[in-house]
Structures are given as C-alpha cells and as structure tokens.
C-alpha cells in the first residue's frame, strides 16, 4: 500500500512538473498521457537518457558542430554572407556580411547594410542590398586527433581565443612550437638556427584548394569589349611594332596579331590549326583590369563601338595592363567596413588550368605553359607524341636560355581531350594533367637567389603564356588563380588590434603602390622604400595561427595584449579545442522567385535596435523554400 502511495504521488508529481514545462504548448490530457506513457516504460526512458549523455560525452570529448560567423577565414570557411551573380559578366562570387551584425548584442544595424559589391572577376559593381543573406558555414570539429597526437603545420583548429578565453576562433596553424616564422612578400619562412629562411610550402593538394580565382575566361567583359576594351586573352607574337593588329601596344614586346590562334566571337575559346602552328604560336593574358569609370563610360556612354581610343577620354590614357595584386572580392563591398581598394601588393604566385582538345599532332608537337615571377619565368612543355613533360626556369636577364629541372611522363599523348593545371606556388612548381599530379619529386621545388632583385618586371604585366606548335588545337575553360597572399602586419603596442587603431600594415602607403600597379619599376621603387618583414618567436608549447582572409583577419600577427602575454601572438597548446575537418551545413540555395525564394511569413527577420527598443526588422534572415548547398559540403583542408 506504501509503495502503491509513493508511486502514484510520484506520479503526481512527474505530471506537474512536465505540465509546468509545457503548459500552454499541449493539452492538458495529452500531457498527462504522456507522463503516463513515461512512467510505464521506465526502460525505454532510461535508455534515451543514456543515449542522450552519450551523445554529450561525444559532443565533449570527440566532436562539436561550429558555426562560423566571421569571413576571417574566407574563402575556405564563410562567415555570414551573400552570394551573388555579376550583371555584366555572370561570374558568382561571395561576399562578406558579418559587419551588419553587432558583435556585441548579435542586432542587425541598418546603417551597416551592404550596398554594393564588386566582382573579382570584371570589377564590375553590382547592386546586393536586397540579395539573400546567409548565416556562416557549420562546421564538424574533431577533437579527437589532438588528444593524442600533435597539431600539423596548415590544419584548421579551433582554438580558445588568448585575450578572451571563452570565445572560439578558427584560423590555419601555419607556426609550430619552438619555431621563429617570418611573413615577407607574401610567403611564409621558418627561420633556421644559422638564421638562413626556409619556405613553407603547402602541400600540393591543399594547395589546389586554396586558390583565389583572378579571371575566368568563361566570364568575359562583354559589355567592355563591345566599346574596343581590349580583352585579356589574345594571340600575340615578339614585335617590335608601336601597337599591334588591334591597336594595343605591345606589353613587354609582346604585340596582338591576327595570325595563330584565333579567337571565337564570344571570346571564351581559342583555336589554332596545324597550318599555323609550324613554329610554336602564343596566347597570352594581359591583366587589364577595368575602373568604375570605365564601367560607367561603357554603359552610360555613346561613343561608336569598338573604338580602340574609347576609354582613354575617362582615363586620360588608353587602358594599361597591371600587376596581379591580392585582391579579395569578399572584402569588397560599400557598406559596413568594406572597401574597394583593399589591393595593392603585387603576387606572382599563379595557378593556370584549362582544357585542351588536340588533333593532327606530327613530330615536333609540344605545348609549353608559362608563368612568370619577376626576373625569371617557368615553363612545363609537354612532348604531345610522347606525353613526357619538362620543367624549365627562364632567367630573364640571362635571355631566353632554359635550365632544364625536371622531367616525368604524363598521359597528354596523341589526339584527344584533357584538362590541365600548372602552378608556380611557394617556390615549387606543380603539373596536373586531367587531374592526376605528375611527379617530378624534389627537383620541382626551386631555391630563389638571394643575389637576384625579388621585383616585378614588364613581363609580369602579361604573366600567363600558352604556346602550341606542330598540332591543331582549341583551348577552353581558361582559369587564372593566385595564392593566399599573407601580408606581413604586425602590432607593437600592448593595447591596440588592427581594427581599433592599432597595428602596422605591410605598406604605411597602399594608395601610392596601386597608383603604381601599371608600372613594375615604379611598384617596386614605392614598395622597396619600405620592404617590411613581420617575425613572430614561439616557445615549446605555442602555435602561430593565420586567416586565409588574410587583409582582414583578426589573427596572431593584429591581436591586441592586454593579458600581458610573453608573446601576443601565440596560441598555447592548451588552448587548442580540435581540427576543423567538413563542413556539413552552408547556406541552403534559395529557389523560385528568380532564385531568391521568399521571406518566411512568421520567422527569419533580423532584430534590430531602435529607439523603441528592439524589434523586428523588415530585412530577412531566411529565404524559402531552399535546397542543400551539395557543393560545399566537403572536408576541410
């Protein structure tokens, strides 16, 4: 009787706590049949609360889900942002966001919204105030790997952040313990005991993945060169000549033609026939990157079409070439803290991929893919009846003799279709051939001479080269990319970060060096007056850690020190939570209504701040209905 009493005031008692919870959600017999159900099945219960503090433990000790909420890590990681499609070129980049949202109380602030964002592959500014908005990527992070083993130089931790324990931070692990790391030109280097300089080098596949897109062929400027802007690609032949066939003048005595490889009408391919091709025929990219002005002049304008002079009544020239810079699209916007001159340092670390479709190959065929850096150029020629590919390094000042450094065979052989990708990275050179890596071994990886000046030259106005010779050819899907480009910041104070007044750039004059970008020996003039080097020291048990965003990363090179740390830069291995490793969840793809779904009637608007207090705004948070994003997820490398 005592035992039936307990159990029914337990009872009782179970039933109003849980009506407690959820009263007002349930009805009042729907929630006492579920107390009864509970009680009933006093097994089943157990066993989910055992699963739930499993699920807990796991959560604990091997893996977590993050949200990432900044763009420091773009373009790996997103943070909250937009994606958007240029309206001239078609080209679909991301944008950051972040800076609408307060980090402080999480509120949407109005007078932060961004307005304007600029394509990375035209420049071209396209309006993106009322373009969805979305949340950062989520992430998997695994705990488990630093529990029992050591971090590795390029893993993604997450990591407690020095100056305010409580908050994450995930960036890439580029310094080990006990290392000194020094930031020059873009590189990374360990600095060895005899203090000689060591490159860090990623390794290729990684690499591959963290390439920035500076042009794609497959996005022409149409609208531009509809007004005679010259286009980037273009066939072009050594000429001593003022200007070539189409009325450029010649870059680095490289002068346009209208022999060898022609051009399609959309300007997405090039093909060369047999006939033309008994010498070896060259393509080149020309970096001409246009202005807002130019941009302008071209929609706005009424000039004839196709007039060479065009653009030279906006400019006060006719349209020059450039350096390739680091430009980053996802910083640059109108709005919020974004800026649309954020580049300025020059980067000769370059990707080129594309496809080619080979036919009537005879003895003597061969392709040769060039990239140039500053007084040298490096080439992979590939022996079409063979298929055996050789490195060279083309010293300029020295001529055009080549110095051979390595040779493995590939399977571009004979008439067919394959994709190809060379790179110049970290001072190593890299071929893949319908994606497989051709391995050269060590003798691909180059030692740069000190003795040699590390400046720009004219040849890198036009740094990319294709050449074909005793074969019929049409090249498509040309795709230029460049490497993280990691600036050398560093801050000197014991108060300051890099976005609250503290801290010193690379460059205290970043306008006078894109003033200058069209003039390789004036770049490096302004630039050379100020050649900085940011070095960072780590004791036994410290990490360095940089963003791939890298000009706006809060990251060890910008963070401020009022804990009084030893060294303001270092991560302690304490400190380490685990290795980001797959992103399982960015953004949905909104559909219907031209692609950007519909706001959600009841949910998914941002709250903001007004005088009023807080309240909902009429910008929104969600698009409906939406799919998953397939695309990104993927392991993070």
Avoid at 90 to 109: K, N, R
Avoid at 243 to 261: F, K, N, Q, R
Avoid at 485 to 498: C, G
Avoid at 521 to 550: H, I, P
Wanted: aromatic residues 12%; negative net charge.
């Amino acid at each position: 009787m005592t035992k039936s009493k307990t159990q029914t005031e337990c009872s009782e008692q179970f039933e109003s706590a849980v009506a407690a919870m959820l009263r007002g959600v349930f009805p009042k017999k729907a929630i006492k049949s579920f107390c009864v159900m509970v009680l009933q099945n006093r097994e089943t219960v157990e066993s989910i609360v055992v699963a739930f503090v499993l699920a807990f433990l796991f959560r604990a000790f091997e893996a977590e889900a993050f949200v990432i909420p900044t763009g420091s890590m773009a373009p790996t990681l997103y943070g909250r942002h937009k994606e958007m499609k240029c309206e001239q070129c078609g080209f679909t980049s991301a944008l950051g966001a972040s800076d609408e949202i307060d980090d402080a109380t999480g509120l949407y602030m109005d007078n932060m919204r961004i307005d304007e964002a600029m394509c990375p592959n035209c420049r071209y500014l396209n309006p993106v105030r009322n373009l969805p908005v979305f949340k950062g990527d989520r992430i998997l992070v695994n705990k488990f790997p630093y529990e029992f083993g050591d971090p590795q130089r390029w893993d993604v931790p997450v990591f407690k952040y020095p100056e305010k324990p409580t908050t994450n931070y995930i960036k890439r692990l580029v310094g080990l313990p006990g290392e000194t790391i020094l930031i020059k030109r873009g590189d990374v280097y360990r600095v060895e005991d005899d203090r000689s300089r060591t490159i860090l080098r990623k390794s290729p596949e990684k690499q591959k993945e963290l390439q920035i897109p500076v042009y794609d062929s497959n996005h022409p400027e149409t609208a531009l060169h509809a007004k005679g802007w010259p286009k980037r690609w273009a066939p072009v032949e050594k000429s001593e000549a003022l200007a070539g066939d189409s009325g450029v003048a010649p870059i680095a005595g490289w002068a346009e033609t209208t022999t060898g490889w022609q051009t399609a009408e959309d300007s997405r391919s090039f093909t060369l026939t047999a006939d033309q091709a008994v010498s070896p025929r060259w393509l080149r990219y020309r970096h001409f990157v246009p202005r807002q002005e130019d941009w302008y002049e071209a929609l706005e304008g009424d000039s004839a079409p196709n007039d060479p002079a065009y653009f030279a009544d906006a400019r006060s020239t006719a349209p020059q070439p450039q350096l390739i810079t680091d430009f980053c699209g996802y910083n640059s916007y109108v709005g919020g803290h974004g800026t649309l001159d954020s580049n300025c340092y020059w980067i000769s670390d370059l990707t080129l991929s594309g496809r080619i479709e080979l036919a009537l190959i005879s003895d003597g065929a061969t392709l040769t893919l060039e990239l140039n850096d500053g007084v040298r150029a490096y080439r992979a020629r590939i022996d079409l009846n063979s298929g055996k590919a050789t490195l060279f390094s083309v010293l300029r000042f020295a001529g055009e003799d080549e110095q051979q450094l390595a040779e493995a065979d590939t399977r571009m052989s004979g008439d067919g279709n394959y994709r190809f990708r060379f790179a110049n990275v970290d001072d190593r050179l890299c071929l893949w051939i319908d994606n497989r890596l051709i391995d050269f071994g060590m003798a691909a990886e180059y030692t740069v001479d000190d003795s040699l000046i590390p400046s720009p030259q004219n040849e890198d106005l036009t740094p990319v080269g294709i050449a074909l010779s005793n074969a019929s050819a049409t090249v498509s899907d040309l795709l230029i990319e460049r490497d993280i480009y990691y600036r050398a910041s560093q801050i000197d104070n014991d108060e300051f970060d890099r976005f609250s007044g503290g801290g010193d750039e690379e460059h205290p004059w970043p306008s006078d060096l894109r003033r200058a970008l069209n003039d390789p020996a004036k770049w490096y003039e302004v630039y050379d007056a100020r050649d900085r080097e940011a070095q960072f020291t780590l004791d036994e048990d410290e990490y360095l850690m940089l963003g791939d965003n890298s000009p706006r990363s809060q990251d060890s090179r910008v963070w401020p020190n009022s804990r009084g740390a030893k060294h303001r830069h270092a991560v302690p291995r304490s400190a380490l939570v685990g290795r980001a490793f797959y992103i399982y969840w960015p953004h949905g793809i909104p559909f219907l209504n031209d692609g950007q779904g519909y706001p959600s009637p009841l949910w998914g608007y941002h709250n903001e701040a007004t005088q009023n207090g807080v309240q909902k705004s009429n910008y929104q948070d969600l698009r409906v209905p939406f799919y998953p994003n397939f695309g990104r997820m993927h392991r993070i490398r």
